[in-house]
């Protein structure tokens, strides 16, 4: 439990849905009641999956409260405590951060209260934002210039995982930004190794005019455009559209991979430095060779109007300006595809059954044929007939390897929620998929989707894992699971 003057956030748990959950409570007579029911009632209507989503909203003055999803993984905060983040991976973080902020500006909210504390990296990979307009409500502070302001928060959150130091008021989690004049100094004269181009954009959003030349930047859209032309591009998927199968009328082409699903996370336990579980991957820091991985932040923004209000983000893969730096373009030739010896299906919780997930068809979902396809068993509900919590296609890389990315042709139905594991183990047990590690995840997926991995974990079994499947092609009343073919990248 956090809590404050009038108002206590609690961790609780959804025991309908069995996840967790954060609540806002209220102490009699609170003065800005109104103000925070309102703001959560407006963040409630944004479903981007970087806000911390809200689920309830109770307005009874008497005893109001509001339901939060739980945002769990690691803050801009920690993730500093051994210094600032890979120049690459810390832009790459910002400019996710920048590009929800500026879905919110475009339906009206803002944050205004933006701190480390505000930003996490889930588990799954991902940037969630908390707080949005709630926090603000809650400690009564307001904007002239909404977008502005989000912007100037946005840039101390960059400068900080640039430079591992706070450039605004104290903060008791990071050492003061080191002042030139009373301004802060610009991120390369703190950090060396700081490219020039995130030094000149930090300096724009934070309005340091005497320590940048280029023109401000006033609005979050214009923060991610901008990092997303500074950071190197990540390299265009390999497969083309698959072919529509030969007398098979269920089988669509080739669906545009949309970004949203890899960075839509789940929520997993909490680091192991602090209750004694598996820690969240985090990004590379300053120093370490920045993996064509690292890239997979990139976010293309598209512009639709002259209106900042127009902006439309989303996170698609293209191409965008900007040269690799020297380190991005040696760590970017030492992958290759890799081969896997073989694939079963894993059913690690029905174990009497025989078919374990049709693993007499799994070796098609690594054969390098589009057009051939490897499907789960058939459900009568998308989270398997309540028989258990997930099952998945294990594939067999033959020897530890690291994945830099993987491309996965799904069925062409929508509405599957999947991650990728990797593990040194395909015992046929639930004890094998706690052992594992998360590279990514994404919900509501289908078609064609490709997957950035930002984890430096290695293992020989890598581990497709559904926990909801998707409706089986033809049929209103049966699920599965179905992938048509498998691409992975990486070293051994």
């Not at 810390?90 to 701190?115: F, P, R």
């Not at 060396?192 to 401000?216: K, S």
């Not at 025989?354 to 068809?361: L, P, V």
């Not at 049929?475 to 990486?490: C, P, T």
């Amino acid at each position: 439990m956090a809590s404050a003057a009038g108002w206590a956030a609690w961790k609780a748990i959804d025991e309908t849905l069995a996840r967790a959950v954060t609540v806002f409570t209220f102490a009699p007579g609170f003065p800005r009641i109104r103000e925070v029911v309102t703001a959560a009632r407006a963040a409630s209507r944004l479903n981007d999956s970087r806000l911390a989503q809200v689920f309830d909203v109770e307005d009874d003055w008497d005893r109001a409260y509001i339901v939060m999803e739980w945002a769990d993984g690691d803050t801009l905060d920690d993730l500093l405590t051994a210094g600032p983040l890979d120049p690459a991976s810390g832009a790459g973080i910002v400019a996710e951060a920048a590009g929800a902020l500026a879905v919110a500006h475009a339906a009206g909210l803002a944050h205004l209260c933006l701190t480390p504390q505000s930003l996490r990296w889930t588990q799954g990979g991902g940037v969630k934002i908390v707080g949005l307009g709630i926090g603000a409500a809650l400690t009564g502070a307001t904007a002239d210039d909404p977008a502005l302001t989000d912007t100037r928060g946005l840039g101390c959150l960059l400068y900080a995982a640039l430079t591992g130091h706070w450039p605004g008021p104290e903060y008791p989690g990071l050492p003061a930004a080191p002042l030139a004049a009373g301004i802060p100094c610009s991120p390369r004269q703190v950090r060396a190794g700081v490219p020039a181009a995130l030094d000149e954009i930090t300096c724009q959003a934070m309005l340091l005019r005497d320590r940048g030349n280029g023109p401000v930047l006033t609005t979050p859209a214009q923060l991610s455009a901008a990092l997303s032309a500074a950071i190197p591009p990540a390299p265009p998927p390999l497969l083309p559209a698959a072919p529509r199968g030969r007398g098979d009328s269920t089988r669509g082409g080739h669906q545009p991979p949309d970004e949203d699903d890899y960075w839509s996370g789940e929520q997993y336990e909490t680091p192991a430095r602090r209750n004694g579980r598996r820690p969240a991957r985090r990004p590379p820091r300053q120093g370490t060779r920045t993996r064509a991985g690292l890239v997979g932040l990139v976010v293309l923004v598209v512009m639709a109007g002259v209106v900042a209000a127009a902006f439309q983000l989303r996170k698609h893969p293209g191409h965008t300006t900007g040269p690799l730096s020297p380190s991005s373009k040696s760590a970017a030739a030492t992958g290759a595809l890799l081969a896997p010896v073989g694939a079963s299906g894993f059913d690690a919780y029905n174990l009497g059954d025989a078919g374990d997930e049709n693993s007499k068809d799994a070796g098609l979902a690594i054969d390098g044929k589009p057009a051939t396809k490897w499907t789960s068993q058939f459900y009568l509900s998308p989270v398997f007939g309540g028989l258990k919590p997930g099952s998945g296609l294990m594939i067999d890389m033959g020897k530890p390897v690291r994945l830099d990315w993987l491309q996965i042709q799904f069925g062409p139905t929508q509405g599957a929620d999947m991650r990728i594991e990797i593990g040194n183990s395909n015992a046929r047990d639930p004890a094998t998929v706690q052992s594992m590690t998360t590279l990514a995840s994404a919900t509501d997926v289908g078609g064609a989707q490709r997957f950035t991995v930002h984890s430096s974990a290695s293992g020989r079994y890598v581990l497709i894992w559904f926990t909801k499947l998707p409706a089986m092609p033809g049929s209103g009343s049966k699920y599965m699971a179905e992938i048509n073919n498998v691409v992975l990248h990486g070293t051994d």
